[in-house]
């Protein structure tokens, strides 16, 4: 059993900032991939930044410049720091992890965390 924990959502003004941080835990033998996707009511859920096992990162080009990902192995972590946010950046956000557990190679979506920003 995996379990995702998302936190750090909220409601903040535009131009400020938030970090979301999402724990795994559970039956975990290694992580492969840890990221952050965004969706709004009647759209796609869409990628906004993601990190490999070797380290290399991607963000979505509405966020270059202005998130940051990174992660912790010791903690089977992954943070994404939002900052100059944007009423745009306005979403549920939701922690994507792939990772080798005791059900081979599975991938798992946290709850989500509403971020809102006021313009």
């Known amino acids: 059993q995996v379990r995702l924990v998302e936190s750090g959502g909220g409601l903040v003004q535009a131009g400020g900032s938030l970090r979301l941080s999402c724990a795994a835990s559970g039956s975990i033998f290694s992580i492969s991939s840890m990221g952050w996707h965004r969706q709004n009511p009647g759209n796609q859920r869409e990628l906004v930044a993601g990190?490999?096992?070797?380290?290399?990162?991607s963000y979505a080009d509405s966020v270059k410049g202005r998130f940051t990902i990174s992660r912790d192995g010791a903690s089977n972590t992954v943070y994404l720091q939002m900052n100059s946010l944007k009423a745009e950046d306005t979403a549920v956000y939701y922690c994507n992890v792939v990772l080798y557990g005791t059900d081979g190679r599975s991938q798992y979506w946290g709850q989500g965390t509403q971020v809102t920003v006021s313009s």
């Open positions: 990190i490999s096992e070797s380290g290399r990162i």
